[in-house]
């Protein structure tokens, strides 16, 4: 299981040192959002340049903006690794896959829990990851929505015969239980933010996600 911090929990006043205390996870996880596609405004592509400088853990950004390809390139060229865009922010989901691939970074597509699996089952052959909305995307700190599980399995029959490659990511309201249900559900990779960052020990809030 890779485990993904989301900095959207993080101590925005000491960034950095926030960082140190999640060093033994894989990946970051970056929510962009734009008071627009969802109810908050986090952060820019001056904050994934900063991050950049002083971690090598993998960049996962998650665009929850409803103009992800006006503001892509400042974030692939800012540092991030791999770029996760809504199905629901955009008319023409494989033009934005393309783009993303020819920027030269990996590819994800992200539901909300209202949009059904049916809306990606023919963009998944040619993405890498699928981002599982477990709440309603916008702020932390949420419950984990059940159904979810549903939509994981689901997709994970789909790669068998469609992309054995792709990664099933899940976010939101993950912790010991809700991480344990989405592992056996079929989920690669685990978002965490408020579980992790709202703890003494975030080590090892990292090392009971690890199923």
């Not at 909305?133 to 419950?143: A, H, K, N, T």
Request: contains cysteine.
């Amino acid at each position: 299981m890779i485990i993904a911090p989301s900095i959207l929990s993080a101590d925005f006043g000491n960034l950095q040192e926030s960082i140190l205390k999640v060093k033994s996870a894989k990946w970051l996880h970056v929510d962009v959002m734009d008071g627009h596609f969802v109810p908050n405004i986090t952060i820019g592509p001056v904050v994934v340049k900063g991050l950049r400088k002083y971690t090598k853990q993998v960049l996962d950004t998650h665009l929850m903006i409803s103009d992800p390809v006006k503001y892509l390139p400042e974030y692939i060229k800012a540092g991030s690794d791999r770029i996760t865009f809504h199905i629901e922010a955009v008319k023409d989901p494989m033009k934005v896959i393309k783009l993303i691939k020819d920027l030269g970074v990996k590819v994800g597509i992200s539901i909300k829990p209202a949009t059904s699996v049916d809306s990606i089952k023919e963009y998944i052959p040619f993405i890498d990851q699928v981002l599982v909305m477990s709440v309603e995307p916008g702020f932390g700190g949420q419950s984990f929505i059940p159904n979810s599980l549903l939509k994981i399995s689901e997709i994970s029959e789909l790669r068998k015969s469609l992309n054995s490659d792709l990664l099933i990511v899940v976010d939101g309201g993950i912790n010991e239980v809700t991480g344990k249900e989405c592992s056996l559900a079929g989920a690669d990779v685990l978002v965490a933010g408020s579980y992790v960052f709202n703890s003494d020990n975030p080590e090892e809030r990292i090392d009971s996600l690890r199923w």
